[in-house]
């Protein structure tokens, strides 16, 4: 019994040792605190930080320091001790705080704080903080909703990325035969902070995810196996994809099959297999039935049909057979013979695509019926005459996009809806001139982006980007007859982004005034590992946005060395 | 009767020694110690009287101060060879140590000791430095610093910097440096900084010498060699969607960005660096090579670092490739990638760092 006893007053002396030699833990740890936890600005903006000062003894001294935008800012003592400190915040923005402690015999590290101060009368817009890690660290990116406060600078302190864990596993058939696959994850409650991967050849994946569930979609290469959608978590080790159910239909052109169409569903957000229409209009597509789910129908008719592509988003039931109809009363026009000219010279050998939007040009029927709309998209090329060949187009308030060379375009009206057009006009491109102004006196270098919209987006004209000389001042030429949104941005962060939809070159103003910008700022990191987070890529994206401009950053920036990070993005403003 | 005759006895003068006189050169504001080294024929006590005289002669002491710069009593005599004489214009080039030596009764060595020292001038004292935040690359600005004393006149007193450069065979040495003001470090009054901005317009090695001189015609000479590298090509650091592997399509079922977020190089970065005129941005060149095409036909107007591929563009179960090449200032043909190359990079030595992409996209 004594002999136990020694031993476990041994076993405690050691632990007690363990703990006295514990190295770091016997340092004097220096925090900072702050109320009220959310300040606001202005004469009654009063902020107290109080200053915690652990594993030390005796008197303290402690030195203060305020600084806001660089200058310093007055406070008073709030604590006899002088532990504590009250300043008011007139200027809505980030103060920094910073506290040295001398001890006796102890070494305190320095302590900062930086308080974001808000503008009470700040409008408020919610934006997506998007952070993707060098692809050499193989850490998941994040996609975290932030505040944007409106007159006020934003400092978000640490952002810490999770290093996530190893995820490998198989993509199989339910033989056990590996499927080479794309795969599409996003975890739950963060869906842009997507991860993509293949499965090699055998099936085999290997990504790091963050250890959370996740959706996963998952497309085999195999025409035959159906895309699914998946949820993991970590134990998953394996994905069996099916050929899913057999998913039929035809589609006619009024009471005549279309042949060779092209159909793919959408279940759920889950595409469907590839299905092309035979000889009498039928198809099999491949995909899961969900129970519920809205389901996308998709067709690409032949090019030689002339018929536009039909779209139409209902709560189909796909168990059944799908009845997918053009409607009757839509008409196609043989376009061959029609010049297309440039001030009354024939333009051979040239590219024309005709586009245009087109509604109610039919519907699908699949226990629910649904209007279907779609687009036409023709492409053609002049003959060395400059006479459009044979091929027939849908009837239809139309745009013909003239490709006179690669950067020459031009936009005319081609309204098929009567009668095909003797003529296309190819009108030369037009300057137009725009300036960009902010508060500076002069915005040199900023960027003009004009992405194409309606006839030109739907011949697929590519996003043109212009940088201003050094007054700000763009000069250009843009297709006659086109449309663009124009986004104005400032790489330079001094003023915000902003966009002026549906532009064409005779339509921009003579200037356009940038909004002013707040920053967004912070420092990267990962989880457990000391080195800050440099070269990631950090983007600010619309939070509300669908489609492409949920992808175009607002504002976007590599963080540094120290893995710190500023963005400019456009101030909210206040009310 | 023998008489008796006294006499006191007869005191005799001490004689007194120098020691410690320098082997080396002596300079101004040098720091010197000698030492007497006396002896009484009678045993009797010796006091010291040390006087050091600042002179301007050769080596003779002439033109030397009237009164001395430094004395004392002791056996040791400790002294800081003065810069200039009582003028305060001209530089010292003798010292004079007088050394007497007298007994306890009075008797005075004869003659006084003397030594002269030829006191020369130290030549100033100069460190070179440099520093480039764009890795020493050609047509880049290098910082280099140069940081002088003088021990003696002080660091006002030098002459102006003498700058020289030396570079390749088709280096522009004449244009080479430009002023840069920098300040000066308060607590190092005894240093003055000077800098100047160098720029190469050809790599290779380059020379920057640099040469203080102080009033007395003191010089030092320093070199610097800086090795000036061609700059190493852009590299794409990191690219959204997924590249596919080998074989493998990406499957395009909605309109996606094609995007290069991160282009990693010691001169044009994307995004743009803030704050930093001399960094450029990343040149982007986009292709497609669509179904029917047997080559990537550059997309005229896409120059950013992005491009958008609505698959509405085409028909569902089209291939095409999507390609992007980035390019920095110094532009480097992909001329070592044939067009088939799904990637390419200028440098072998390095294949990671890469300036083309290609992505294969099965349109769904």
Sequence with gaps: MIARLSLLIVLLIAGCAGNIEGGDDDGCRVSLGFTPSMPYSGPAGEITVTAGVQNTTGVLAYTWDVTYVGGSVPFTNAAANNSAIRFTALDPGTYTVTLDVDAPSKTCNQETQRINVLDPTGMLVDVRLHVTAPFDLDVPPIDRMI??????????????????????????????????AYMRISPLGMAGAITETFSNASGIYDVTLLNQPHDVLVIPSSPTLAPQKFSWISSTTSFTVSAGTAITGTVRHGVTPVSGAKVQLTIGGVP???????????????????????????VTAPAASGLPRLESTAQFSVTGPIDILYSSTLQTRNIGGTEVRRGGALLGNKKVVLVGALSSIGNVTAGVTGNASGFARVTTTTNGSGVLPSLLAPAGPLSAVVTVLDSDLAVTAFNTSAAVPALI????????????????????????????????????????????????????SIADGGTYDAVFSDPQGRQGQRIVTDRTATSFASSYDLPPAVSVSGTLSV????????????????????????????????????????????????? | MPGCFYSDPINQRPSVTILGEPTEAVHRADHLTLAAAAEDPDGHYVRFQWRAYACAGAIIAEGCDQYPFADGLLETFDFDVPIRLRDDVTPVTLLRVVLQAKDEL???????????????????????????????????????YAKVG?????????????????????????????????????????????????????????????TAMDPLDG?????????????????????????????????????TLFQVPVVVDDLDVYPPQVGDAFLGTTDFKWYVMAPGQSSHVEVAGATGNSYAIDPASYTPGDLLEVRVEIFDRDPDLLTNCVATDATCAVNTSTPSCIQRQTWRVEVR
């Design chain 2, 219 to 255: 010089i030092v000479t320093v070199d610097t060699m800086i090795t000036v590298s061609p700059g190493t090509p852009p590299c794409l650091a990191q690219v959204q969607p997924i590249v596919p592997p080998v074989g493998a399509l990406l499957p395009l079922t909605d309109p």
């Design chain 1, 527 to 575: 989880t457990g590992n000391p080195n800050k987070l440099r070269g990631a890529a950090v983007t600010i994206l619309c939070a509300t946005c669908s489609g492409l401009g949920r992808e175009r950053p607002i504002a976007e920036t590599a963080s540094d060395q120290a893995g710190d990070f500023v963005l400019a993005v456009p101030d909210p403003g206040t009310m």
């Design chain 1, 272 to 298: 469907t297999t590839l299905g092309t229409t035979a000889g009498d209009g039928s198809f099999t597509v491949r995909g899961i039935a969900t129970a519920g789910a809205m389901v996308k129908v998709e």
């Design chain 1, 425 to 476: 006009d190819a009108p030369i491109m037009k300057p137009f001139a725009t300036k960009g102004i902010g508060q500076s006196p002069a915005l040199d270098g900023i960027r003009l982006d004009l992405v194409p919209v309606d006839a030109l987006a739907l011949a697929g004209a590519p996003t043109l980007q212009l940088m201003s000389d050094s007054a700000g001042q763009f000069a250009s």
């Design chain 1, 147 to 180: 505040r944007v406060n409106g007159g006020a600078d934003y400092d978000l302190g640490a952002v810490v990325l999770e290093p996530g864990i190893p995820a490998t596993g198989m993509v199989r058939t339910s033989g056990g035969t590996g499927v080479p």
């Design chain 2, 150 to 210: 003088d021990v003696d006149d002080g660091p006002a007193a030098l002459m102006p910097l003498v700058w020289e450069v030396f570079g390749p065979a088709t280096g522009n040495t004449s244009n080479a440096l430009a002023d840069l003001t920098i300040l000066q470090d308060a607590e190092d009054p005894a240093h003055l900084q000077y800098g100047k901005v160098f720029t190469a317009n050809v790599e290779g090695e380059w020379t920057i010498r640099v």
């Design chain 2, 106 to 144: 009075g008797a005075t060595a004869r003659p006084e000791e003397e030594l002269l020292l030829p006191v020369v001038n130290r030549a100033p004292t100069l460190v070179l430095d440099r520093s480039s935040r764009y890795s020493f690359i050609k047509d880049s600005p290098i910082n280099v």
